[in-house]
Nanobody
């Protein structure tokens, strides 16, 4: 059974930082691509960042330069370092994994975590 478990969400003031973690279990994810999506209230789930097995990354324009995705293949864990947070970053952040490349469209993702809430106050 594949499991993705997110942690690290919380309440932070605008301009602050948070680091999200996603621990994967149930199979070897070292060759999988992993990523993060987010969903704000009343909005669709949107792509934020992804990283493949060799370390290539992709970012949404809205987070580029502020967020950094990384992974520890030995620990089957992916991280999202979020700096210079803005109120519009408030959302539930979901971890995603896919055997090929994490697509930018949520409906194409193979595995999901349950999400962790990030709230940025102004």
């Amino acid at each position: 059974q594949v499991q993705l478990v997110e942690s690290g969400g919380g309440l932070v003031q605008a301009g602050g930082s948070l680091r999200l973690s996603c621990a994967a279990s149930g199979r070897t994810f070292s060759t999988y691509s992993m990523g993060w999506f987010r969903q704000a209230p009343g909005k669709e789930r949107e792509f934020a960042a992804a990283i493949n097995w060799s370390g290539n990354t992709d970012y949404a324009d809205s987070v580029k330069g502020r967020f950094t995705i990384s992974r520890d293949r030995a620990k089957n864990t992916v991280y999202l370092q979020m700096n210079s947070l803005k109120p519009e970053d408030t959302a539930v952040y979901y971890c995603a994994a896919d055997p090929s490349w994490v697509p930018r469209i949520a409906t194409g993702v193979r595995y999901w975590g349950r999400g962790t809430l990030v709230t940025v106050s102004s």
